[in-house]
């Protein structure tokens, strides 16, 4: 999984191929750029043909000699057991709006499948059914993504609206925003009883505000039919959220913005020089974070999006940044446990397209088969596949 792999994205569908037919990998981390060592067969090989993913036969004394090198407690390596292929879900809407969402994106491009949920199978309990859950390009404070002061006439964000609206009322809700907090709080107790959570773009700091905001009016009428309580932020319950803490809303209607923890419209930072580094996690011993860094780039590209980076600031003091630009204070790419579960924030919104905006095309992830930004996201989807018991933190 270094320089010398075809297409990184897609050597993750052969490894959930692989564990969806009943067999083990072993995650050989930092080893190569985080190698999957796959025990042989023919049709692994044609798979790996099929799919243009490139691969080595080794013998059995060559891979034990792997493992030996891997085991050595001098060298930054380690083997995780891949055990069973994840249940997956993603979170989104039903009806069709402008935009794409990275991880549907490399999920069809990697072949990995996945069950698509919204706001009524939360509502009714599907959560239980999943292992893993995506959350993307999603406003859970009710707001709309704020798009209200630059869409508000736009026939999608009216649709939108309507849709939302209605099924809120159908579900017994009287506002959108009520009905988005009961979905993030049974997100939370999904993740609190033991399932994965993998946020980008506003599905990361929307969540968190709405946490905060629970018994909070932090809507304008524009939004929900009566004014936004002018006492909304001395109300926040920090103590609610899974990342962040001692933030301030934005509680202009017009603003694009939902708080000071995403940092898209204060940054003063050049395209040219919009990168982010990955840490560098001990693998024998940070195992958790060390997965969820595995890439064969550790300087990564940056992008923007709705939510596009964190204030270093507004995090909680246990939460794990895994990839941060230091210069500007930002964290870029975080992750933390809560219950029994864990979670993983990425911020922006297309690795590959540096300021996707509403309309935009999709990405064609053909084009970049070896994007490192986006081999982040997979590195999650494979993460509930580990042995429990090598997850050391």
């Known amino acids: 999984m270094d320089e010398a792999q075809k297409d990184h994205l897609k050597s993750y569908g052969i490894a959930y191929w692989v564990l969806k037919n009943g067999q083990s990998i072993n995650w050989l981390l930092n080893y190569r750029g985080g190698s999957f060592m796959l025990p042989y067969s023919n049709n692994t090989e044609q798979e790996c043909k099929i799919r243009g993913v490139s691969y080595e036969v080794l013998a059995d004394a060559k891979a034990n000699a792997i493992l030996a090198e891997i085991s050595d407690p001098s060298v930054n390596m380690d083997v995780v057991k891949l055990e069973k292929a994840p249940h997956m879900a993603v979170y989104s809407p039903k009806n069709k709006l402008p935009w794409d969402d990275a991880v549907t994106l490399v999920l069809k491009y990697a072949e990995i499948p996945y069950d698509v949920l919204y706001d009524e199978e939360v509502i009714t309990g599907d959560l239980s059914k999943y292992d893993w859950l995506h959350l993307h390009h999603e406003d859970f404070t009710g707001q709309f993504s704020k798009f209200y002061g630059a869409y508000k006439y736009a026939p999608w964000y009216i649709d939108d609206v309507k849709s939302q609206e209605a099924l809120a009322h159908k579900l017994g809700f009287k506002k959108v925003s009520q009905m988005k907090l ?116 550790r300087v990564i590209k940056g992008f923007m999006g709705l939510t596009t980076a964190f204030n270093k600031n507004m995090l909680k003091p246990d939460v794990t940044v895994m990839g941060e630009m230091k210069t500007a204070n930002e964290a870029r790419y975080i992750h933390g446990e809560y219950g029994k579960g864990q979670w993983t924030f990425y911020g922006g919104h297309d690795p590959e397209d540096y300021q996707h905006a509403v309309g935009d095309p999709p990405t064609d992830l053909k084009l970049h088969p070896n994007s490192p930004g986006y081999r982040l996201i997979l590195n999650n989807v494979l993460f509930p596949a580990a042995k429990k018991k090598k997850q050391k933190t």
Do not use: Y
């Not at 929307?206 to 905001?213: S, V």
């Not at 930072?269 to 969820?292: H, I, Y």
């Open 182 to 297: 009961a979905v993030a709080q049974h997100i939370r107790d999904f993740c609190a009883n033991g399932g994965f959570l993998f946020a980008m773009c506003s599905g990361t700091d929307t969540f968190d505000i709405a946490l905060a905001a629970s018994g909070t009016d932090i809507c304008e009428s524009m939004f929900d039919g009566d004014p936004a309580d002018p006492q909304a932020q001395s109300k926040l319950g920090f103590s609610q959220t899974f990342a962040f803490k001692n933030f301030r809303l934005d509680m202009n209607p017009n603003s694009h913005s939902f708080s000071n923890i995403d940092v898209t419209t204060t940054r003063q930072v050049d395209r040219t020089n919009d990168f982010f580094t990955l840490f560098d996690f001990s693998a024998k011993w940070d195992v958790v974070p060390s997965m969820l860094t595995q890439d064969h780039d």
